[in-house]
């Protein structure tokens, strides 16, 4: 069982959509990161939300942190097909074991 | 580029045999974690090492073993290898126990 539920699983959208992939967990994080994957490559950080209900903005990227730190949402405005990717959640766990979702795989097609 | 560095970067190797994993860390970065990523696991953390110390320990089997030396490099040694240790195995480094962790590009271990 995963400490960190990310779904959906795959998604796969035009160009020009929008998309909300979401990060839930049952346990409290003290803060909780996401990362891009590219096939091939290591992820690499997106953000780092810390505050209950904090919104941290990227271009076109929204992330959210849910009140209660147990969840997260990224929102993608406008998908481009260089958003493609895995996107992963992670967070501290027991202080220092850092567990990450299975990811949220997505194509976005031109 | 994270400044975080893996070799090999590919390896081939055959079942009962043990490999060496090598990383080296960002510039000024003391803390280092190594993670198992397979297609049907996800990114498992398997151990982590702070100033050459082991601070945490995840799902590392008994054939894995870690250390960070001196010069904070670090290598994940596996050993008796087995068909499902192949995988791709990440290192990554932060420069504290809970900072924000940058990942290397990753070495791929095909077992056969």
């Given amino acids: 069982t995963q400490l960190l539920e990310q779904s959906p699983q795959f998604l796969s959208i035009q160009e020009g959509e ?3 992939v979401y990060c839930n967990s049952s346990s409290v994080f003290s803060s909780l990161q996401w990362y891009r994957q590219e096939p091939g490559e290591g992820p690499v950080l997106l953000v780092t939300v810390v505050t209950g209900g904090e919104v941290k903005k990227l271009k076109r990227l929204t992330f959210q942190f849910g009140d209660a730190r147990k969840d997260s949402s990224l929102h993608i405005t406008a998908a481009q097909p260089g958003d493609t990717g895995l996107y992963l959640c992670a967070g501290f766990y027991n202080n220092n ?3 990450f ?4 795989r997505l194509t976005v097609k031109p | 580029d994270s400044g975080v560095t893996q070799t090999p970067k590919h390896l081939i190797t055959a ?4 490999v060496t994993l090598r990383c080296s860390p960002r510039s000024g970065d003391l ?3 190594w993670y198992q990523q397979s297609l049907d696991q996800g990114l498992q953390f398997l151990i982590q090492y702070y100033n050459g110390e082991e601070r945490a320990k995840g799902n590392i089997l008994e054939r894995f073993s870690a250390q960070q030396f001196p010069d904070l490099h670090s290598e994940l040694n596996l050993s008796s290898l087995e068909l499902g240790d192949s ?3 990440f290192c990554a480094s932060s420069s504290g126990i ?6 290397g590009p990753g070495t791929r271990l095909l077992v056969l």
């Fill in chain 2, 98 to 103: 809970q900072e924000t962790q940058y990942f």
């Fill in chain 1, 101 to 104: 979702g299975a990811g949220t």
């Fill in chain 1, 18 to 20: 929008n998309l909300t």
């Fill in chain 1, 97 to 99: 074991d850092m567990r």
């Fill in chain 2, 15 to 18: 079942t009962g045999q043990r």
């Fill in chain 2, 87 to 89: 995988a791709l195995y």
């Fill in chain 2, 31 to 33: 803390s280092v974690y």
